[in-house]
């Protein structure tokens, strides 16, 4: 079974603590990533999606220029680099969330996301498949093949029936 | 196969495409979606999505029309399902638009779509499993039934 380390975005963007609402709008705006990392001493200690950012314009008071603590998602759920997938599917069944940091020694080393996850299972399971249904056809091959060896030598057998 | 009718959202949640980037804002988190077909005259004219928004209002933009994304697909509903994930994958197009005839039927997002790949993932395991599991007891009555076995224990 493949590993996070394998999927995961590498280029992650992140933020400081006390940065602006605002850089966080902006990131998101640029990158294709979804989410913006919220570090302190390189690890992380939350999250701010397109959602947070959403509900901050719809909110009483729109203007972006608050701290990015304010609106950010914390604490964060991690995952590590040796986590296996089947293992980081079920944490998201559990916890709902679409994106998270990986963390390896306290170190924010990347991420993943949910559509990486159940692509790279079901990639990996087609792999799988098309393994199987060759083995499958070279059992059968050999099961006739033994069959008809059968029916020529077994008056010879030592067993003969 | 699996068609797009399948598995698109139904209920799209549409704004005119001069309404204002708060309002449209406000309906994503009261409706919890993220995206929202823009129309025009009941039209289906285009897609927006919550990073259109916040990128239309850093850039000071206040309306839809201004702020919508023009990245989107139109497929019909007998559309295969397995074309759409492709295009998903190539060209990066994240919002399929169902139309028929001009009708607005639903939309197809990414999260419809991961969980469709999930679904049909779970479904071929299973048929993989039952293939094997026949297939493995068809070889053991073949076994049992050419073997001396079968003449000792039912002569």
């Known amino acids: ?161 | 196969m699996l068609k797009v009718a399948n598995v698109m959202t139904k209920n799209v949640v549409t704004i005119d495409r001069a309404a204002t980037l708060v309002k449209c804002a406000k309906l994503m988190a009261s409706k919890s979606v993220s995206s929202l077909v823009v129309t025009d005259k009941r039209m289906p004219l285009a897609v927006i999505r919550e990073n259109d928004v916040i990128n239309g209002i850093i850039s000071k933009k206040a309306r839809v029309i201004d702020a919508m994304s023009r990245e989107f697909l139109i497929v019909p509903p007998s559309a295969n399902f397995q074309e759409v994930t492709k295009a998903l994958r190539e060209k990066k197009i994240k919002k399929f638009l169902v139309v028929e005839k001009g009708k607005l039927l639903g939309l197809l997002t990414e999260t419809d779509i991961i969980e469709a790949t999930r679904d049909f993932t779970r479904l071929h395991q299973i048929m993989q499993e039952i293939i094997l599991a026949v297939f493995g007891l068809a070889t053991a009555f073949f076994l049992f039934y050419f073997s001396p076995l079968k003449v000792a224990v039912f002569g």
Not at chain 1, 36 to 57: F, H, M, S
Not at chain 1, 100 to 128: C, F, W
């Open chain 1, 1 to 161: 079974m493949a590993k996070i380390r394998k999927i995961m975005l590498v280029d992650v963007p992140t933020l400081k603590k006390h940065g602006k609402m605002e850089d966080a709008a902006k990131m998101l705006a640029q990158s294709d990533a979804g989410c913006v990392v919220i570090i302190e001493n390189n690890a992380p200690v939350g999250i701010v999606t397109e959602l947070d950012l959403i509900r901050k314009i719809s909110s009483k008071d729109s203007r972006m220029n608050g701290p990015v603590s304010a609106i950010m998602t914390s604490p964060v759920i991690t995952m590590s680099p040796d986590t296996k997938l089947d293992e980081a599917l079920k944490i998201i069944d559990t916890k709902g969330f679409r994106k998270y940091p990986v963390v390896e020694n306290n170190q924010l080393v990347g991420m993943a996301t949910k559509r990486d996850i159940v692509n790279a299972i079901s990639d990996n399971l087609r792999l799988h498949r098309s393994i199987q249904n060759i083995v499958l056809i070279a059992f059968v091959l050999f099961e006739f093949f033994v069959f008809v060896l059968y029916k020529q030598v077994y008056k010879y057998l030592p067993f003969g029936i």
